[in-house]
C-alpha cells in the first residue's frame, strides 16, 4: 500500500514544486505513510483525464490534529517545517 500511495501523492504533486518536495520529504521519511494516524489525512482520487491514481495530504486537517494532540509530538515536530504555505493542490486538473 505504501508504494502506491507513494506513487500517488508523487503523481498528485508533479509540477508543483512546493507540493513535490512536501511529498518527497513524507515519502522519504518512511515512518507517515504506514500510520493510520496520519495516513487519515490523506485523500484519493483517480485524475478525470486519464485515470491516474492521485493522492494528496489534507494539510489542514494535519495542522488540525497536530493543534489538538491528535499527532504525537513527535509527528508534530517532524511536520509542522514540512507543511507547505497555503497547503497542497494537486496537478492534475478537475481534483
Known amino acids: 500500500m505504501t508504494s502506491q500511495l507513494s506513487a500517488a ?3 498528485a504533486a508533479a509540477g508543483i514544486h ?3 518536495a512536501a511529498a518527497r520529504l ?3 521519511h518512511g515512518v507517515f ?3 493510520d494516524d ?8 483517480a485524475c478525470i483525464s486519464d485515470g491516474t491514481p492521485m493522492a ?3 494539510w489542514d486537517a494535519v495542522i488540525a490534529a497536530l493543534d489538538s494532540g491528535h ?7 517532524i511536520l509542522e517545517p514540512e507543511v507547505p504555505a497555503g497547503g497542497v493542490s494537486g496537478s ?4
Open 9 to 11: 501523492l508523487r503523481a
Open 18 to 20: 512546493p507540493d513535490e
Open 26 to 28: 513524507i515519502i522519504s
Open 33 to 35: 505513510l504506514r500510520r
Open 38 to 45: 496520519f495516513t487519515r489525512y490523506v485523500e484519493t482520487a
Open 56 to 58: 494528496w495530504i489534507d
Open 71 to 77: 499527532l504525537d509530538q513527535e509527528a508534530a515536530s
Open 92 to 95: 492534475c486538473k478537475g481534483i
